[in-house]
């Protein structure tokens, strides 16, 4: 129960601090703001739960390692499960946070696109941005906790990379990367949340399976010294 604890526990970390950094502050801090929340609560995690789970926080990346041969479907089923639900109490919280201004006007940080959200990009445009995005944070995630990759700087790597990811796209489809990070504010924002959410499980899948099966075929595997 070790692990999927952990899962479950970052998840709600990332959710909460993330999407919370943008519904409760994100006039105060802009998308720059919101973004460094991300990869702050990210590094925080990774060497908070690192040596516990690995800190997938992500079921994209749990199968992005299973692609890359390292876990196995059944030991990945856990952790996907852990993350959800993980993100899905993350967003419960900040729902009854948020709910208590005057000034609330709903939701807890659930991606879109198209008219109405953001910068109002097309599908197109967040699939494309959804997939990219998450197949270069996986390359970086599996490089950085690769053969040969100094392990005590993975953490900030890869958060620092969420946030380069966030700065980027949060005004295309507000990022996901995520399946879980998509799944617990959807549920709350209900409507169109809902019905666009196949694309950031999908989306984010495509991505991490991609680098994963690159990272299996060994064309990046690091060269022995």
């Known amino acids: 129960m070790k692990k999927p604890l952990a899962e479950f526990i970052g998840t709600f970390t990332l959710v909460l601090l993330g999407c919370g950094s943008a519904v409760i502050a994100g006039d105060a801090i802009g998308f720059t703001g919101i973004s460094f929340a991300f990869g702050l609560a990210l590094i925080g995690m990774a060497y908070g739960i690192g040596a516990v789970s690995g800190c997938h ?8 390692a299973v692609a890359a041969g390292r876990m196995t479907v059944g030991e990945a089923i856990p952790y996907i499960i852990a993350q959800i639900a993980g993100a899905i109490a993350a967003s419960a919280v900040l729902y009854i946070i948020a709910s208590g201004s005057a000034d609330f006007a709903g939701g807890t940080g659930a991606n879109g696109w198209g008219e109405g959200y953001l910068g109002e990009y097309n599908m197109t445009s967040a699939f494309v941005f959804e997939v990219v995005a998450t197949f270069l944070f996986m390359v970086v995630i599996l490089g950085a906790t690769g053969k040969g990759a100094p392990a005590a700087m993975a953490g900030l790597a890869i958060g620092l990379t969420l946030v380069v990811i966030h700065l980027v ?3 295309v489809t507000g990022v996901s990367v995520n399946p879980a ?20 499980i999908v989306a984010p899948i495509i991505g991490a399976v991609a680098a994963g099966l690159l990272f299996k075929s060994g064309l990046l595997d690091a060269d022995d010294a």
């Open 169 to 171: 796209g949060i005004n």
């Open 57 to 64: 926080i992500n079921p994209a990346v749990s199968l992005g």
């Open 181 to 200: 990070r998509s799944i617990g504010p959807a549920l709350f924002a209900g409507g169109s949340a809902i019905a666009q959410l196949w694309l950031f």
